[in-house]
């Protein structure tokens, strides 16, 4: 069965830093590209990084550029979403999702499966 | 960016309705439009690839179709456990993939 299972969220600071993990089974994990997206309280979804499949392309939505930093361990099957100079508007249940198997990121992908989400509350 | 704009917001229907949602791009995106399922306190779930793929599992009463700027999602006949959030995702632009803002289907 294929699996994402995500951790590490929590209650932080403004300004604090949190580090999200995302353990992947049931599938060769490193032939996919991998995204997390998150979706704050009540609201819609929000795709926020995507990694390739080697590490070598990563990309983000503008809103986290320079402060969140995606990356991968395909030995250990783990993605990982460091975030830093965390804003209130940061909280939000962030979802691991499997990308395409595609080596090059074309116009034709989508996410399946999601993992179940983690929880990020950024307040004092 | 591309902006993906979903009608209705909210949508009372009852079993056994046929159900229609739509899903408006900001420009052309081909056919590069997906569709989610989401129930409360879950993650999304993939129904709908390419416009009008079916991904495997999802039930047959599930259709979309479309390209260019609009697109629909279809039920034929609802079912208890359709009731949900359902959003649509423009994958033209990637990696700024965009996803509309929801469509709540609350039972009649």
């Known amino acids: 069965e294929v699996q994402l299972v995500e951790s590490g969220g929590g209650l932080v600071q403004p300004g604090g830093s949190l580090r999200l993990s995302c353990a992947a089974s049931?599938?060769?994990?490193?032939?996919?590209?991998m995204s997390w997206v998150r979706q704050a309280p009540g609201k819609g979804l929000e795709w926020v990084a995507n990694?390739?499949?080697?590490?070598?392309?990563?990309y983000y939505v503008d809103s986290v550029k320079g402060r969140f930093t995606i990356s991968r361990d395909n030995a250990k099957n783990s993605l990982y979403l460091q975030m830093n100079s965390l804003r209130a508007e940061d909280t939000a249940v962030y979802y691991c999702a499997r990308d395409t198997d595609e080596w090059e990121l074309l116009s034709n992908n989508w996410f399946d499966p999601w993992g179940q989400g983690t929880l990020v509350t950024v307040s004092s | 960016d591309i902006q993906m704009t979903q009608s209705p917001s909210s949508l009372s229907a009852s079993v056994g309705d046929r159900v229609t949602i739509t899903c408006r791009a900001s420009?052309?995106?081909?056919?590069?439009l997906n569709w989610y399922q989401q129930k409360p306190g879950k993650a999304p779930k993939l129904l709908i690839y390419?416009?009008?793929s079916l991904q495997s599992g999802v039930p047959s009463r599930f259709s979309g179709s479309g390209s260019g700027t609009d697109f629909t999602l279809t039920i034929s006949s609802l079912q208890p456990e359709d009731f949900a959030t359902y959003y649509c995702q423009q994958s033209y632009s990637t990696p700024e993939i965009t996803f509309g803002q929801g469509t709540r289907l609350e039972i009649k």
């Open positions: 049931g599938f060769t994990f490193s032939s996919y590209w």
């Open positions: 990694i390739k499949q080697d590490g070598s392309e990563k």
């Open positions: 390419a416009a009008s």
């Open positions: 420009q052309s995106i081909s056919s590069y």
